[in-house]
């Protein structure tokens, strides 16, 4: 127990932390737009934005793995410009854990803003403020419970992911070996006391995030009502 | 003077509106549901496009080459269903428009709302959610104040109560009012015009008493109700009629009674003697 290391939980909880900060400054005035939009091409981006619920992990995996690696150009390009090795490295870790967890993001907050009374949205037009002050002001405030469940599903799914994380980032410890990978290579070590250790802090991590979320979904009901 | 001629294409008509309205007037549009009278209002807050011409004294909010957006158009909207910000405490709600707590303070004032100022929207009955909403929309003191069936989810004494605050906040503003309502008495009591459309166009224009009397020839009387029943009793024939919110029994001729159906809409009026008003 006292040699126990917990560096891949602290890796995961920094990659999810990063991963749902990105992912709220980008799905913010994306689903805002796509909640407010006729466009005919809405359906194809939804689809897409959709597709990291459906697809297996290693394929996801497999497609950043081959679009960020050092011969890619766009491995190329960030690693010129930045110093950014993508692949087997933390920030490689965070631009495929954004688009792994990316619909966990968006979804709730585009049914939230589609969920909204569109009068209200426009009385605040007709008040004379701008899109974003009533985005800020009025449309965000109103959507508190689909806010919460997208930053909490979000990081929560982060901090669950596997398949995708050891595609891409492999498993060095202190750099891209997160808690659920560290799992995997205790059960293959057959170190299962760890492997219970980790797994049942997982385990009751998952359950109060979600218990939080509905707890708070309640309240909000309630408060309406 | 206020100009609008827009056509647009609606689903089932084509919206087709040539009218002058003169400014500072209280407007009522009417017609039957799925007219375009919401649409009007819609178009001419800007929140809907059509194509055509909005001409508010000098300014061009709508022409050819421009289309101003409803941040710009200087009006007051409120919606047939409060539209209230449920975040925002009462006073925030007119604060959040225009940050001046002295016309805020007036406006409540006015709707009799003063000591609910702090109270969220879901804490407000129908009634004071929508004087709310009608205070929040003078607080641009806008030029033309454009409400949307506002007293139609409202009981007849609450009602009462909003159209006066409606003719109030007229005296103190001097704003244009265009309202829509299905509401005879609210209509003549209100406003000063009558707007009837009918398939998306204006089919008539005048003053209230002109539209909205249901006198023709030498009727005396007439009201417009509903067939709710029809009896015979012994030899002659009795119908059961709503007129408004009453229930009135007239004796029918035989031929009659056969012509009508339940349900059917009906023209009750008198002409053989004066009828007699009693206080109640």
Redesign the interface.
């Known amino acids: 127990m006292g040699e126990l290391d917990f560096t891949p939980f602290y890796l995961s909880f920094k990659l999810a932390a990063f991963a749902t900060v990105i992912l709220f400054v980008i799905c913010l005035p994306l689903s805002w737009y796509f909640a407010n939009s006729n466009s005919r091409y809405k359906p194809i981006f939804e689809a897409l934005s959709a597709l990291p619920i459906v697809l297996p992990p290693s394929v996801l995996g497999f497609y950043i793995l081959y679009a960020l690696s050092y011969n890619s150009p766009i491995g190329a390009f960030f690693d010129k410009y930045f110093g950014l090795k993508l692949v087997f490295d933390f920030p490689g870790l965070v631009v495929a854990s954004c688009l792994y967890s990316f619909p966990f993001m968006f979804q709730p907050l585009q049914n939230g803003f589609e969920s909204l ?1 569109k ?2 949205i ?9 899109k974003l002050e009533t985005l800020l ?2 449309a965000l ?2 959507i508190k419970p689909s806010l919460i469940t997208a930053i909490v599903i979000t990081f929560a799914h982060t901090v669950g992911e596997f398949g995708v994380v050891l595609m891409v980032g492999g498993s060095i410890p202190g750099k891209t070996k997160v808690a659920s990978v560290a799992i995997y290579e205790m059960v293959e070590n057959m170190d299962y006391k760890s492997a219970h250790i980790y797994s049942a802090i997982l385990l009751s991590i998952s359950f109060l995030v979600l218990l939080f979320v509905y707890l708070v979904n309640r309240k909000y009901k309630k ?2 009502s | 003077m206020i100009l609008v001629e827009v056509v647009k294409k609606l689903n089932d008509f084509d919206m087709d509106i040539k009218l002058t309205i003169k400014e500072g007037s209280i407007v009522a549009l009417t017609g039957e549901s799925g007219s375009g009278k919401s649409t009007l209002l819609r178009i001419i ?1 800007g ?1 809907e496009d059509a194509k055509g011409v909005i001409k508010v004294g000098k300014t061009f909010w709508l022409n050819e080459t421009k289309k101003t ?5 200087d ?3 409120v ?1 047939q ?1 409060y ?5 925002m405490s009462v006073e925030k709600n007119l604060l ?3 940050n001046d707590k002295a016309l805020a303070k007036k406006l409540l004032e006015m709707v009799e709302l003063t000591k609910q100022k702090d109270r969220l929207p ?1 804490q407000l009955s129908g009634g004071q959610k929508q004087r709310v909403a009608l205070a ?1 929309a003078f ?2 003191r806008p030029s033309i104040a454009l409400l949307d069936e506002p007293l139609s989810a409202l009981d007849q004494k609450m009602r009462e109560k909003l159209q006066n605050d409606i003719v109030k906040m007229h005296k103190e503003f001097d704003t244009t009012i265009i309202f829509v309502s299905h509401d005879p008495s609210e209509i003549y009591k209100i406003s000063d015009e009558v707007i009837v459309l009918k398939e998306g166009r204006v089919d008539k224009k005048g003053l209230p008493k002109e539209i909205l009397l249901k006198t023709s020839g030498s009727q005396k009387l007439s009201f417009e109700g509903e067939i709710l029943d029809l009896k015979k009793v012994d030899v002659i024939y009795v119908a059961i009629i709503s007129i408004g919110q009453q229930i009135v029994e007239v004796v029918i001729s035989e031929e009659k009674a056969k012509q009508i159906k339940i349900g059917q809409k009906v023209t009750i009026s008198t002409k053989a003697f004066s009828p007699v008003v009693g206080l109640n």
């Not at chain 2, 957006?69 to 158009?73: D, F, N, T």
């Not at chain 2, 539209?83 to 975040?87: K, Q, V």
Request: aromatic share 12%; proline share 7%.
């Open positions: 009374d009068s209200m426009e009385a605040s037009y007709i008040g004379g403020k701008s002001k009025v405030p109103n408060a309406k | 807050a929140l957006p409803p941040q710009k158009r009006i007051g909207f919606f269903n539209a209230l910000f449920d975040n959040y428009i225009k879901h929040r607080m641009r």
